[in-house]
């Protein structure tokens, strides 16, 4: 995004906009749940806060293509293996909570697993829309806004504790909102690193996961009604998943970066060490233009000095040539002496015909750096052509000259034979 980059200020602005309005419609959407009629373990109302602060900082901020850039809906190899883990990593998580909780615990509860109001397929339907509308905004948007200024680690914690601040559940108790705030940051830590160099394909990635895991949730644990132990086996289980797979990522990319010798930029995209450098790249490229600016002057000024110098030469020429065309065109000596001159006046002519060609072609090859020398260059062309023609139209005066003076002459001496 080096050429449309957004500024620090709308950076840091856009950040805090976005969390302020899903703040803000988190607490006023509270109150439309019992409105619609919808259970909230089938759909949260206060979950399309995020959705909508999304799409007004879109409409409100400049540089749309920066901030749809994470919301491409196009599928790639990547993008399929990362769903294949945003399947598999909640399968892990809730097979480690099922243990703990049945070795810990004795058993765990099947919540809702009698007296279901509502089909299940309602209830998957619900789940996906609630982690579309949550990750739309969250991931796609605000992560990748996050992004542009940090590398994708940093850029998973802030977004990881904004997501924690809107997540938190205080209602039964501290103990209960910590180990919740640990879950959904620990959560958010894991979408993080799967959504890590897929270029804006993050959608699929993060719709999937999340709905995988509340679905699961819904019916293996009771944490929503304020269980403590639940929520806890919960916490730990996703924290120990967040920090194996983020850890075994960071070693498959080092072992690949030992084996290839290449950095982490040349493995993959949008790495860890990414915006490191950013200021030192921008400084050294400013450096790199302003002392080839400075060559190109220097060089200007080198081809205008030969240029200036050249147009002296042939004023001196031409000031030291013109007392000899006097003296030939004043003498009136024998024809012999009259040949003698014509032929130098033909080789003088010559010559100065043959300086001002090469006068002219090393002033066209000379360098021109940039459009406001043009003009003076040409002007110095123009300087060197007008003395090289003055001298032509003055041999050629003494030729015509000598020529009429020899025609009389020879009239003159067959006069005399007669």
Known sequence: MKNNKISGFQWAMTIFVFFVITMALSIMLRDFQSIIGVKHFIFEVTDLAPLIAAIICILVFKYKKVQLAGLKFSISLKV?????????????????????????????????????????????????????????GFRSYLQNIVETKMNTFFASIVVGLMYSVFSANTTYGTEFAAYNFLYTFSFSMILGELIRATKGRTIYIATTFHASMTFGLIFLFSEEIGDLFSIKVIAISTAIVAVGYIGLSLIIRGVAYLTTRRNLEELEPNNYLDHVNDDEETN????????????????????????????????????ADEPSIHEGTEKTEPQHHIDNQTESNHDEHHDITSESVESAESVKHAPQSDDLTNDSNEDEIQSLKEPATYKEDRRSSVVIDAEKHIEKTEEQSSDKNK
Do not use: C
């Open 284 to 319: 050294h490229t400013e450096a790199e233009k302003s002392s080839s600016n400075i060559k190109d002057a220097e060089k200007t000024g080198v081809a205008t000095a030969s240029t200036v110098g050249i147009a002296k030469n042939d004023t001196e020429k031409t000031v």
């Open 80 to 136: 399929i293996e990362r769903l294949l883990l945003a399947l598999i990593l909640p399968l892990i998580i809730l097979i480690i909570g099922m243990y703990s909780f049945n070795t810990f615990a004795d058993s765990f509860i099947l919540l809702q697993s009698t007296g279901l109001s509502v089909p299940i397929t309602h209830i998957l339907i619900g789940h996906i829309l609630m982690a579309f509308v949550v990750e739309f």
